[in-house]
């Protein structure tokens, strides 16, 4: 646990990043620890850095302060990794880590080895925005921070389905939303809501999809020619492995998308048996045990059967 009064003493300018392609736990963690040193270290100099954040998180309280130029070169006398698994996927913004005086990371990957002067790492959270709740002064946490927060617990537990909600996590979001927040509101505008061309690429990469490995994996890719075609980008994919993972019978579900000549951006999910994480790490990439990715080269066909090999492997020593 890290002692954040403690941290900030002698503090006086302050920055923090999550990961590339930011979601809504690296939004919510760095906008809720942003708007809770804003309200009370009014002394300290806070910044965000974050890649531009996809559309469904334009009305956010506070986006509006996130910095996506990475140009201009600062020293920080703290600089806060958030939500990232390793300095590599800070992006740009990896340069203020370097140049800080001082570096805090508050991650729940499984894959994250400790690359700040202070880690607290808890590989078991549900999500970086829950322990950056647990760092806060309860009391003190102004109520769009407590919004921010309450947003990335959500998305990364997709709204408290998946495996790593805990009672601890469901407790804390109790507390959130006894706060009075419209949290339905929340769900509905960042997660639950999508454009009229983010439901035809999931309906075109459901419509391709492939049963694999005797019907235990379902796969699906979607080109460059074909984001193009439905004018959808990267932050449009989300959602899609999950849509994926929910057919019955299915023990894991991958998902490619094209980032460039045979490079595909990989997502890999699971329910019970797979540790995808595994996967994703010997490929350069990580994440959790049900939900990880990363990105490979090759035809989708090399793509698919490297992964699929691994995938082989470990339902061998689990059956």
């Known amino acids: ?5 403690q941290e900030l003493q002698g503090v006086r300018t302050a920055a923090m990043a999550g990961h590339i392609r930011p979601d809504g736990d690296a939004i919510g963690s760095c ?3 942003y708007l809770y040193l804003r309200e009370n270290y009014p002394e300290i100099q806070a910044r965000i850095y974050l890649e531009e954040v996809p559309a469904a998180f334009a009305s956010v309280y506070g986006v509006d302060d996130i910095c996506t130029d990475f140009g201009e070169d600062a020293v920080y006398d703290l600089f806060f990794c958030l939500d990232c698994a390793d300095e590599k996927r800070l992006g740009a913004a990896d340069k203020y880590r370097k140049a800080a005086k001082r570096t805090i ?24 925005s829950e322990l950056v709740f647990t760092v806060l002064e ?16 959500a998305h990364d537990t997709g709204v408290f389905r998946y495996s790593c909600t805990s009672p601890r996590t469901m407790q804390i979001a109790a507390k959130l939303i006894s706060r009075g927040i419209d949290f339905p509101s929340i769900l509905s505008a960042t997660f639950f809501d999508k454009t009229y061309y983010q439901k035809q690429i999931l309906g075109r990469a459901l419509l391709e999809s492939m049963l694999l490995m005797d019907g235990k994996v379902i796969f699906s890719a979607i080109k460059a020619k074909d984001m193009k ?9 989300d959602g899609i492995v999950e849509s994926l993972l929910q057919t ?6 991958i998902f490619l998308y094209e980032t460039g000549p045979n490079e595909y951006k990989v997502s ?52």
């Open 268 to 319: 890999l999910r699971s329910k019970n048996l797979l540790d995808v994480s595994k996967i994703a790490s010997y490929f350069g990439g990580g994440g959790h045990v049900r939900a990880a990715g990363c990105s490979m080269q090759g035809s989708i066909y090399d793509v698919v059967n490297n992964i699929t090999l691994h995938m082989e492997k470990q339902f061998m020593q689990k059956l």
């Open 248 to 253: 019955s019978g299915t023990e894991a579900a």
């Open 229 to 237: 075609f439905y004018n959808v980008t990267s932050s449009d994919m």
């Open 1 to 5: 646990m890290i002692n954040l009064a």
């Open 138 to 153: 309860e009391e003190q946490i102004p109520i769009h921070a407590v919004e921010a927060l309450y947003m990335g617990i």
């Open 105 to 128: 990371c508050i991650d729940h990957h499984i894959s994250n080895g400790g690359f700040a002067d202070v880690n607290y790492i808890v590989p078991d959270a549900s999500s970086a």
């Open 31 to 33: 906008l809720g620890l």
